[in-house]
């Protein structure tokens, strides 16, 4: 939805609120933060929690009295909420440029930006602020473990991330137009990515292993997305009436019929996102490793059921079993650095991965330990 605002000249200068300026920065944001095919960017979602946020504590106040006090304020409200450091850091950062686009448009006066600028970042154990864990390859026998438990096209996702590293976004968008196969190396060039605004090409290698892969997701329409929760389902209904023991009367097919059209259901998409990619993930890791004794889903038990069971302690202790039993999409290319690494070295790593500078790629892949040990034996 469109928000609009109109503001006079004097209003502007002497009685802006806080709750406006937010309100013209989404107006703006709504039609900056945009790919190219016209959807937005999860950036407007985190621009739109931290104005949230703000305008709940400070709303009311004049925009330009707006200060460091404030911004600690609604600071001190994130670590309480148990959000990790660098989480806060970079939501207080967005505060920050949220006013400083509001002196570009004279909503605001300098002074206001500047004095936001004077608070520094939370420092590493230098604050209540918890420190988050550091996000490392996901084990080969976990996903094992997870793929009998996933769809056709969930398992075509994650095993094309593993044979390219690309990014979970780049696999979800993944098209057989988009695919360069006249070489021996197929390349895929993704329409977006996460540089495009910045004028950046991305080209993903597939490798003869991964050319067989997506050449099962082939179809007569170049245009459609390979990996497709839609295809997924339309699959899973052949399969089932195949697999039917009695026959489909009319009478059945006309009740079904009009008992769809007086509930419609919500048509599956066309492709995966990255909410819906590790959503499948996620359940597959919950059938794969359950949770022990009374913590786990009973058979025939509905998931409100099992949640009205559970005590809040027990609800508590489920949460923590799943967190440490689930991984997500973006591990996967963290393993396929580190394999990288390991094999061919940090150089060949960046290029794969698609990063400019090497520094980067240090993030994903880990360091070889094994091979700082065997040269410690021999130089130590």
């Known amino acids: 939805m469109q928000l ?24 703006f944001a709504t039609g900056h933060y945009r790919r190219a095919d016209g959807s937005t960017t999860n950036e407007l979602d985190e621009y739109k929690m931290v104005a949230r946020h703000a305008r709940e ?33 970079q939501r207080v950062g967005r505060l920050r440029r949220i006013f400083k686009w509001a002196v570009g448009e004279e909503l605001v006066p300098p002074a206001v930006y500047q004095a936001l600028a004077a608070v520094a970042g939370l ?13 490392g390859p996901v084990a080969p026998d976990v996903v094992a473990a997870t793929l009998p438990h996933l769809n056709r096209h969930v398992r075509g996702l994650i095993e094309f991330q593993q ?25 895929y060039r993704p329409r977006q990515h996460k540089n495009t605004h910045r004028g950046k090409s991305r080209v993903v290698a597939i490798g003869p292993r991964a050319q067989v892969l997506v050449s099962a997701f082939f179809t007569p329409d170049a245009g459609a997305y390979l990996f497709s929760p839609a295809a997924a389902v339309a699959e899973r209904n052949l ?13 059945h097919m006309a009740r079904n ?9 919500r048509r599956p998409a066309q492709k995966y996102n990255r909410g819906s990619y590790g959503t499948a993930i996620d359940r597959a890791c919950d059938k794969a490793f359950p949770p022990p004794g009374e913590l786990a889903q009973r058979i025939d038990e509905t998931r409100s059921a099992w949640m009205a069971r559970l005590t809040a302690d027990q609800r508590s202790q489920l949460r923590r079993w799943q967190k440490e039993h689930r991984w997500h999409p973006n591990q996967l290319r963290h393993l396929f650095a580190t394999q990288v690494r390991k094999e061919h070295g940090l150089e060949a790593a960046q290029v794969l991965l698609g990063h400019a500078r090497a520094d980067v790629t240090q993030i994903y892949a880990e360091r070889n330990e094994e091979l700082a040990a065997s040269v410690a034996t021999q130089v130590g």
């Open 4 to 27: 609009e605002l109109e503001v006079s000249p004097c209003a502007i200068r002497t009685g802006t609120t806080v709750s406006e300026v937010l309100l013209a920065f989404l107006n």
């Open 57 to 89: 504590l400070y709303g009311t106040s004049p925009a330009q009295e707006f200060g460091p006090l404030a911004l600690k304020s609604i600071r001190q409200k994130f670590i309480a909420a148990g959000w990790c450091r660098g989480f806060i850091n």
């Open 123 to 135: 420092q590493r154990g230098r604050s209540n602020a918890r420190e988050s864990k550091p996000v």
């Open 163 to 187: 044979l390219t590293g690309c990014r979970p976004g780049e696999a979800c968008d993944v098209r057989q137009c988009d695919i360069d196969t006249s070489g021996k190396v197929w390349l």
């Open 239 to 251: 399969r089932r009436a195949s697999e039917r023991k009695t026959p489909r009367y009319p009478s």
């Open 257 to 265: 019929a009009k008992k769809r059209k007086a509930s419609p259901q």
